[in-house]
């Protein structure tokens, strides 16, 4: 059984920077971040295999936002930048028993509890 951790969400203002970590423990494969606002639906962020060769992004946060992994640690992290009050949510870490990238929220079998995240505009 895999238990993820998320940390490092909090309040910033429109243009800033946040680093999400998730702290796993058990073997992870790839592993992804998803969010989720306040009466939408939980929606993709990012994704990443185990070495770190391959990532995917949604389209709403590239070129902003960085996931990386630290295998020796155990834990994949998220740089969050240029902050816009959209990307207001909570924040969720994800893991699949599998080392293919998805996007898919029903495709990851292990969830952390979500790390909230407030852009002030």
């Known amino acids: 059984q895999v238990q993820l951790v998320e940390s490092g969400g909090g309040l910033v203002q429109t243009g800033g920077s946040l680093r999400l970590s998730c702290a796993a423990s058990g073997r992870t494969f790839s592993m992804g971040w998803f969010r989720q606002a306040p009466g939408k639906e939980r929606e993709f962020v990012a994704t990443?295999?185990?070495?770190?060769?391959?990532?995917d992004y949604a389209d709403s946060v590239k070129g902003r936002f960085t996931i990386s992994r630290d295998n020796t640690k155990n834990t994949v992290y998220l740089q969050m930048n240029s902050l816009k009050p959209e990307d207001t949510a909570v924040y969720y870490c994800?893991?699949?028993?599998?080392?293919?990238?998805?996007?898919?929220?029903?495709?990851?079998?292990?969830w952390g509890q979500g790390t909230q995240v407030t852009v002030s505009s």
């Open positions: 990443i295999t185990w070495s770190g060769a391959s990532t």
């Open positions: 994800a893991a699949r028993d599998s080392n293919v990238l998805a996007t898919p929220a029903q495709r990851y079998d292990y």
